[in-house]
């Protein structure tokens, strides 16, 4: 028996798992990632969800080995929290890997392939005989992520501030996005515009920068008005290239797809505004997941020398998803 | 006998000047915005300026009238600290009037024209019949200000981080950021990239956002360097979009512009990075201007009733050149 954890940055799930891919608890809590939330929070989050996983067993069906699939800096400070508060459950070893591996194998159990995530931030890996061999992106709102939840919120609030200060295009964004932050001025006005823009700026530097992360969805939502449009064209061309900056020509194999703008908004959007990830993938398929948990088991298994081949890894996820499915 | 204040960010300046132009001190202080120093060292600075202005003046000589010339919000909770000090120096009536007013009159006695800004942010201003006509840009670093400082450094920023990542074109900008935020590691290498690359990115985020504006000089400094160049012809064609939004067909006059980035950055930089003002201007003068002192002159006389014609103003801006001069 072996835990398998996958710590995002607003929840973390955790799965009870054999070497034939049968499950037998899962678990779901709150933000797992110390960067995001704090170590302690963090780890107080993973031992939730493992607590819940685990649920009351004992003795000889006790798993010893858990493995934790995360992004960001794996410091000793949270390493150590997150070893005492797993042990405390009587696992006594703990393995940390990063979550790009767990996203990647969480659609397909390949060595070698691609994966491309953008949710707030954008990332993306390849992997060559299972590790990571080499990642481009994930730099941060403020330095990159072109392409990202925030990339897209902040040019939404930008094309906004531009057009009621009547130095950009008239957008249905406004209103959206006025009513998304609680402003009641009416632009229709000049005078609203002015107010409606004073408080708009008030309102942004109120939050912190990241959330007009929360702005994305609504280009998605008018993805016929032209101003959205155009940062959706921008922002998938950005995703594109992100993903072809590790590509190696010695390397083909699926690409893995994750994080909101691209399974909710880009492979839900027209054609036209899809990330082009067909001439990169080169035949192989493009694979959407939710999350990284699947990869996480699938990586514990391999850790404890399991070989999960492809009936095994379809178990896997079947089993994953019931449970996760039942437990929501 | 007034006083004119110049009100900035970094720094404030006081004149006492009379009805004539003539000026009787000089004082200088640190930066006299409430929003980007806190209300009490802003009005402190002001009252600072203010004190070494007036010297040991005494009796018939005291002026009665302030004008003080600043960007950004004028509070209430600032205009009653900035009274309170400016009344313990027998300055019975205070006047807060807009900097970009005070930035245009420094250029130009004229009452029709435009005024072009770009610092730490950027804005633009139709100025008709000595009043603020139409004002955009402006909205701080998240939200605007193509152009800008902010914008250039983040660039910049950005640019580094691409090239260290691989993404990006190789620049002379990267050892150029890296030396100036104090970061030794060697991007010769592979691992050496790596190393100044998270390096670079712990030191951008643990440093407020709009200070990337530090890094702006840098493109000025290498703008033969592709990647350099390509950002400064960017900002440069936003600054000229930032001042066709407040043109209007009806309205000539001078172009007064301000601000680093503008002054010592794109003024004097070669012909083809330059902003293209000419078009706008349309054969009216294209007018530098270091600082809002002189133009906080013209305002507090006029708002005296007094006239300020050419010669006048002329004698106003030679007294502020050499009593700032002097004292420097």
Known sequence: ??????????????????????????????????????????????????????????????????????????????????????????????????????MFHSGTPA???????????????????????????????????????????HAVARAVVASLDGQGQRTVLTGLVLEKLGIEADPGTLAGRAEALRQLVSAVYARPPVSLAELAPLAFEVHDDRVARAILLDASAALADLLSAVRAPDLAGPVVVGGSILVRGMLAAPADLQVELVPIAAGHPVIPVSDGLVGAAVLVLRRAGGNVDDPLFHRIRAEITRLSTSSA
Chains 1, 2 share one sequence.
């Open 1 to 102: 028996m072996f835990l398998a954890v996958d710590a995002g940055g607003t929840s973390t799930r955790a799965v009870l798992i054999d070497t034939l891919g049968r499950a037998y608890g899962y678990g779901r809590a709150g933000g797992g990632n110390p960067t995001a939330t704090g170590i302690g929070p963090a780890a107080e989050a993973i031992g939730y969800a493992a607590e819940r996983a685990m649920g009351d067993l004992t003795g000889s069906g006790q798993p010893a080995l858990a493995l934790i699939a995360m992004a960001g800096e794996k410091t000793a400070a949270f390493r150590e929290q997150v070893v005492g508060r797993l042990a405390g459950l009587g696992l006594s070893e703990v393995v940390l890997d990063p979550d790009l591996l767990g």
């Open 111 to 153: 060595r070698d392939g691609y994966a491309l995530i953008a949710g707030t931030g954008a990332v993306a890996a390849r992997i060559r005989g299972g590790r990571l061999d080499r990642v481009v992106g994930g730099k941060g709102w403020l330095l990159g992520d072109a392409g990202s939840g925030f990339w897209i919120g």
